[in-house]
């Protein structure tokens, strides 16, 4: 934002700018791992989708980082997946500059090197080798996205307390918030963090937004949408030993476990941007799918 207001004045549209702008690249990376994961179709159906969502537009149209957490999960996912198939070291370096370069903006983007694992495991189970061969690559990876990270892993190192200050202030395991919460209404632990994963998992489908960020009064997904993001995921469930398949389930689970679940009152819509690519991509999954049906 420093920069689009020095350079855009100090205006409503030059603090807007930064979120705007990453809009156009992350709609192409999603292209670019959709594809590489699903084909063609899917993937621009899901560029379509995407361009007129209502959260992404939303997200990308006000003075926040958390869009950018999309823009850096897709980014490293193709560059890291695409560096590590092809064998390509030029590639991998920049796929750890973005892994890097994702920790300075939203807390969200912590979760992408998980996601980046995650999608490397469910590869390296169908491929016999996949380790020997991708470990010096993953290595040139994980240097490169430490030195883009170190100036702040070193502030972190220097005020360690800052590292889990967002986690402290809005998770329901932190400072006896749970135990508090189950004093004043009376219902167990255990109840209160299943009605936690209820409203975190049903954020597309049924409880709309409690906050401030965005509150549109209805939920994420439109009816139709949600219908075709959940024949997406039975899609996907139904055919969970594919790498894609368990990446997608994999990428909305954990997004929805500590972006929702495990943090008070859910479903923030700001604490959810990183389910918008796996939201997009099982929107246009259901979409192929259903079309092959009715096909045949």
Not at 55 to 71: E, K, M, T
Not at 92 to 109: I, P, Q
Not at 273 to 296: M, S, T
Request: no cysteine; proline share 6%.
């Amino acid at each position: 934002q420093a920069a689009s207001l020095r350079l855009l004045g100090v205006t409503v549209a030059g603090l807007r700018a930064t979120s705007a702008l990453v809009a156009v690249p992350t709609v192409i990376l999603l292209y670019l791992l959709a594809r590489r994961l699903y084909g063609r179709w899917v993937a621009a159906l899901a560029v379509l989708f995407f361009a007129g969502y209502h959260y992404a537009i939303h997200y990308g149209r006000i003075a926040l980082n958390n869009i950018w957490d999309p823009f850096f999960a897709l980014g490293a996912l193709y560059l890291g997946l695409r560096g590590v198939d092809e064998r390509r070291p030029a590639i991998v370096a920049l796929g750890g500059a973005m892994l890097g370069m994702a920790w300075y903006f939203y807390m969200g983007a912590r979760l992408i090197p998980l996601l980046l694992l995650v999608a490397l495991v469910l590869r390296a189970r169908r491929t016999p080798g996949y380790w020997r061969e991708a470990l010096p690559l993953l290595m040139t990876m994980g240097l490169v996205a430490l030195v883009v990270a170190l100036p702040l892993l070193a502030h972190f190192r220097a005020a360690p307390e800052t590292l889990g200050a967002r986690w402290k202030l809005t998770s329901m395991l932190a400072d006896g918030r749970l135990a508090s919460e189950a004093e004043r209404t009376g219902r167990t632990p255990l109840a209160i963090m299943g009605a936690q994963l209820l409203r975190a998992a049903l954020a597309f489908h049924y409880y709309p937004d409690p906050t401030f960020h965005y509150r549109p009064g209805v939920p994420l997904l439109s009816f139709g949408a949600a219908v075709l993001f959940t024949f997406g995921l039975v899609t996907a469930a139904r055919r969970i030993r594919r790498p894609e398949n368990g990446l997608l389930l994999a990428w909305l689970g954990l997004v929805v476990v500590f972006g929702g679940a495990l943090l008070e009152n859910p479903p923030s819509s700001a604490r959810l941007v990183l389910a918008i690519p796996p939201a997009v991509l099982a929107v246009a999954l259901g979409a192929v799918e259903e079309a092959r049906i009715v096909a045949f």
